[in-house]
């Protein structure tokens, strides 16, 4: 008995049980040193400090009177005053207005109509799949630009359509102060519509055949089965669209820049190329950070409510 037991102290030793000094590693240790722990860290510090402590920095910057360069004499909502009493800011918004609605509604409409028409098992549907697709690989920089010299009446459809005699037609819509902010409309909606088109038409391949087969069984017809069955069961497709195409509009500083830069005057500005002029060209340091506050609060308007209710639908699946 005495040999097994100084056999086991012997082991116990070795491994450092018995005398309670651990040779491994405690777990927090562990955890500290793991390889993703070291390799995520570096990028959470940096996106930490990019994102987070400059948006904190803005909305400090937004109370004090900065022109060129910041400085700390606080005048309250001065700012904010002064940026709704701006007529060009009141066009921006106005003009936001007008292009998220129209470039959603559109969006949807040809998304939908595109998935359905895909949906049908139609003939070579994976190379026009990767048609309609193809503009999202384009950066909207291309897109405005692309777009601006295809809109240019010197070079663009209004050249084409009058050498082949189609006099009558001008396309001047660029340097129309009514007609240049629906310009973006065309540019955004020809990017984003294949998109739309693969959310909806994975969510249509998700719907249950037999469902189908019972309304067709029914009698009910294509229109039919579409409007009062599958469609309804898109919703949560539909919600997740417009919130991406809502975001996607506020953020179409690119595409304003390099199909209208605003123009003419500033009858197709929007909020972000507002901003930008307004701390980078005139020097309103504030002024520029106070826009730049109402942008993240849209933003912010916009997603909060979506990651809720997808927090939801998660937290009802799971029960």
Request: glycine fraction near 6%; charge should be positive; hydrophobic fraction near 50%.
């Amino acid at each position: 008995m005495e040999v097994d037991t100084s056999r086991r102290l012997n082991v116990s030793l070795k491994s450092g049980d018995a005398s309670g000094r651990a040779t491994s590693r405690s777990p927090r240790r562990k955890q500290f040193f793991n390889p993703a722990v070291i390799t995520l860290t570096p990028s959470i510090v940096v996106l930490t400090i990019a994102v987070y402590v400059f948006i904190g920095w803005s909305v400090l910057i937004s109370f004090t009177n900065s022109k060129f360069a910041p400085n700390y004499d606080f005048v309250g909502l001065a700012q904010y005053v002064r940026l709704w009493n701006s007529d060009r800011w009141n066009v921006a918004v106005v003009n936001l207005g007008l292009f998220s609605m129209a470039f959603m509604v559109i969006s949807l409409v040809i998304g939908l109509l595109l998935a359905i028409f895909l949906d049908q098992k139609v003939r070579a549907e994976g190379t026009l799949r990767m048609i309609y697709l193809y503009p999202m690989a384009v950066s909207l920089i291309v897109t405005g630009t692309a777009w601006k010299w295809i809109l240019n009446p010197g070079l663009g459809l209004e050249m084409l359509f009058h050498n082949i005699g189609w006099t009558s037609i001008h396309i001047n819509w660029l340097i129309d102060p009514q007609m240049a902010v629906y310009t973006l409309v065309i540019a955004a909606v020809w990017q984003t519509a294949g998109f739309v088109m693969a959310i909806f038409l994975a969510g249509l391949r998700g719907v249950d055949g037999e469902i189908v087969k019972a309304a067709q069984m029914e009698g009910a017809g294509v229109f039919r089965i579409y409007s009062t069955i599958i469609i309804p069961m898109l919703r949560s497709s539909v919600f997740s669209v417009i919130v991406i195409l809502i975001y996607q509009a506020v953020r179409s500083f690119d595409l304003v820049v390099a199909l209208t830069n605003g123009g003419p005057g500033f009858s197709s500005d929007l909020p972000t190329t507002f901003m930008y002029n307004l701390t980078f060209s005139r020097g309103q340091l504030a002024q520029g950070a106070a826009s730049s506050v109402m942008i993240l609060l849209v933003v912010v308007v916009i997603i909060v409510p979506y990651l809720f209710s997808e927090f939801k639908r998660e937290h009802h699946d799971s029960l």
